[in-house]
């Protein structure tokens, strides 16, 4: 099928994705029908608790997940209008850096502690694009410059371990943005900062859009991270999108428990006069989840249909784009 790329055309389309571990010990279903739309310059946010799947979704748009015993078992992953599953690992391998690249969340060990940085970000021209050494080097000081490092030049033979946390971040989206790619996935890419270096990556990250028109996935288990730069939110649970809606929607009508779960576990600048309450007990054993809506053992609204049937991912009522997958989410997002 030949690319659309009218600017009404969507960037990124996930669509129905399943991704099944293989294991001795059974089989983990580690992704779930999984559906989202991703246009240029639009941020989208996956949200959930670790083993949500989130993660598992962007290793495999990315084509990084290791089969086996990953297997993706159903869905299509489209790059305007392009299915990512049909390439072969060479073509994944081409888009993979020029035109779909990742933040990761931990930059000291997704970087090479014995190259500088320089080199590392150089690399990028050289081996996609074929730049000599010298125009290579200007390149990496031009994106250190960028994603303002100070004395970019002066840096560019340090170390990965001679920066801070922060710094090294930065490093980390530069080498993401190198080949200019049109969508950037960030898993978790403010984890390990303290809460101000956290805002300062994410306003990068916002800047670099709007300067580059790319579209961002970030995969974060911080609600509070995302309020700022998403545009909207699929929020995530045991594999499967449980609500999805835009941000402001979701801030102000979650209509999901869980959903509702995590916004009382945040502090909110609007609701100072709220109690921090966090969401009862843990996520669920991948390898057996509860029958019914895998949140019923952890939900306050749970009822006897709950342990029967799983709900399915519905419009909610007078509010356009917002779907939740909760038996009662209209009485929910109604405060009944
Ligand atoms: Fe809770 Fe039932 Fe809704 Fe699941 S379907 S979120 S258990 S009320």
Do not use: W
């Amino acid at each position: 099928m030949p690319a659309d790329r009218s600017p009404k055309a969507p960037l990124l389309q996930v669509d129905d994705l399943h991704v099944e571990f293989r294991t001795p010990h059974g089989v983990v279903q580690a992704v779930n029908g999984l559906s989202y739309t991703l246009h240029s310059g639009q941020t989208l946010a996956l949200l959930g608790e670790s083993g949500s799947g989130k993660s598992v979704a962007a290793q495999a748009v990315m084509g990084l997940l290791p089969t086996p015993p990953a297997h993706i078992t159903r869905g299509q992953i489209r790059l305007h209008g392009s299915d990512l599953l049909q390439l072969s690992e060479p073509d994944h391998r081409k888009v993979r850096g020029s035109r779909i690249a990742m933040v990761f969340q931990d930059a000291l060990s997704a970087l090479n502690p014995v190259l500088t940085v320089g080199d590392q970000i150089s690399e990028m021209f050289r081996v996609h694009r074929g730049t000599d050494r010298r125009e290579a080097r200007k390149k990496s000081v031009d994106l250190m410059d960028r994603v303002k490092i100070p004395g970019a030049a002066q840096r560019l033979d340090d170390y990965p371990h001679q920066f801070s946390g922060g710094m090294r971040q930065r490093v980390m989206i530069a080498m993401a943005l190198a080949l200019e790619p049109e969508v950037v996935i960030a898993d978790e890419p403010t984890t390990a900062l303290d809460v101000t270096v956290q805002a300062q990556i994410m306003r990068l990250l916002r800047e670099l859009q709007q300067e580059t028109g790319m579209g961002l996935v970030l995969i974060t288990h911080d609600l509070g991270v995302v309020a700022s730069v998403a545009d909207r939110i699929t929020v995530m649970y045991a594999g499967r999108a449980v609500e999805e809606a835009e941000t402001p929607e979701l801030y102000g009508n979650a209509g999901h428990p869980y959903t509702r779960g995590l916004l009382d576990s945040i502090p909110r600048l609007d609701r100072l006069d709220h109690a921090l309450l966090p969401i009862p007990g843990s996520p669920p054993d991948m390898a057996r989840l509860p029958p019914g809506c895998s949140f019923h053992p952890r939900c306050p609204r749970a009822a006897p249909l709950c342990t029967q049937q799983l709900p399915d991912l519905l419009p909610v009522a007078g509010a356009h784009g917002h779907r939740s997958a909760c038996h009662f989410s209209q009485e929910v997002r109604h405060g009944t």
